[in-house]
């Protein structure tokens, strides 16, 4: 299975910045042939996506990112990675990246075979 490594969660001031990254290894991962995505999950709240991107640069988000999240990767080195701008105090919650050689199945499914640990994001004064 493909296995994920978040980091780049912290604590930030409603109005900072964050940017997050996603290290993918495995035998059965490819960059150059996987989509990968962002997901978060607020207490209470289901793990929803957040964005995702193809291998070849296609990218989806969700309503509540556009404008100020940006998805991107480095394939070289396994990584994706999540650019958060303006973040806002109902962006907390713990946010995981997982991946799938189909664009669409990130988008429109949360079930996968494993996570990451993922990584705390908290927006607070």
């Known amino acids: 299975q493909v296995q994920l490594v978040e980091s780049g969660g912290g604590l930030v001031q409603p109005g900072g910045s964050l940017r997050l990254s996603c290290v993918a290894s495995?035998?059965?991962?490819?960059?150059?042939?996987?989509?990968m995505g962002w997901y978060r999950q607020a207490p209470g709240k289901q793990r929803e996506l957040v964005a995702a991107?193809?291998?070849?640069?296609?990218?989806n988000y969700a309503d509540s990112a556009k404008g100020r999240f940006t998805i991107s990767r480095d394939n070289a080195k396994n990584t994706a990675f999540l650019q958060m701008n303006n973040l806002r105090p109902e962006d907390t919650a713990v946010y995981y990246c997982?991946?799938?050689?189909?664009?669409?199945?990130?988008?429109?499914?949360?079930?996968?075979?494993?996570w990451g640990r993922g990584t705390q994001v908290t927006v607070a004064s």
């Open positions: 997982n991946a799938d050689r189909s664009l669409t199945k990130l988008i429109l499914s949360t079930d996968f075979p494993s």
């Open positions: 991107m193809s291998s070849g640069g296609s990218t």
């Open positions: 495995g035998s059965i991962f490819s960059p150059y042939s996987f989509s």
